[in-house]
């Protein structure tokens, strides 16, 4: 079974540009969870969609949003990029996202200059 | 909101030392979830328990859930340079009718020499 794949695997930006990640989950999965990685915050969670719809949210600007598919696959965007948004996008895929473990893609590095 | 903080930080231990990590979460948990992430990884899921009071063994480590389902920890028996990596927990709120987002702990980063 494919792995959950997440492009691109680098981005470069600056700031005040947009930006677009894509996830797709494992074959089967129909809950998505993106988090954010960083040296200082490490891993804060960004929010969690289920069967195209956003099932949790956590305590991120407007900036941030995303969105599932029908295939559920899943987008975020980050509009209005600042510096302090370059950290490293993980996108995760769970059976269902209660109960079930999470698996994470590769990520997604994005710099802001 | 639910914290779930972990100690230590960072553990520079000799192979063949034993490590432990701990997790405290603020509130109750429904169950709770480790992960590992190798340096330049992503976190790869370990295990899960739910059951108070659970442990559970995977060879050298050995997962338990305290009584109250408020805190964890890991201990690993003769580390192994393969052992290095951040570990991670991560606790689910019961559920009261929205779903609870999985929240992780802070991490602790294991570091072993020679």
């Known amino acids: 079974k494919a792995g959950v794949t997440q492009t691109p695997r680098y981005l470069i930006k600056t700031r005040g540009q947009q930006v677009t990640l894509s996830c797709s989950p494992i074959s089967g999965h129909r809950s998505v969870s993106w988090y954010q990685q960083t040296p200082g915050q490490g891993l804060q969670f960004l929010f969690e969609y289920f069967s195209e719809t956003q099932r949790n949210k956590g305590n991120f600007p407007g900036r941030f949003s995303g969105r599932q598919f029908s295939n559920s696959r899943s987008e975020m965007n980050v509009s209005t990029l600042e510096l302090g948004d370059s950290a490293l996008y993980l996108c995760?895929?769970?059976?269902?996202?209660?109960?079930?473990?999470?698996?994470f893609g590769p990520g997604t590095r994005l710099t802001v200059t | 909101g639910q914290q779930v903080m972990q100690i230590p930080q960072y553990q520079h231990v000799q192979e063949g030392e034993d490590f432990t990590t701990y997790c405290n979460s603020s509130?109750?948990?429904?169950?709770i979830q480790w992960y590992k992430q190798r340096p330049g990884g992503h976190p790869v899921f370990l295990i899960q328990?739910?059951?108070?009071?659970e442990v559970k063994k995977q060879k050298r480590l050995t997962f338990q859930f305290g009584e109250a389902k408020k805190n964890s920890s890991l201990h690993i028996t003769a580390t192994q340079t393969t052992d290095v990596g951040t570990y991670f927990c991560?606790?689910?709120?019961?559920?009261?009718?929205?779903?609870?987002?999985?929240?992780f702990g802070t991490g602790t980063r294991l570091q072993v020499t020679l």
């Open positions: 328990l739910v059951k108070s009071g």
């Open positions: 991560a606790g689910r709120a019961p559920q009261t009718g929205t779903a609870s987002k999985l929240t």
């Open positions: 995760a895929s769970s059976l269902d996202g209660r109960v079930y473990e999470q698996y």
């Open positions: 509130t109750t948990l429904s169950n």
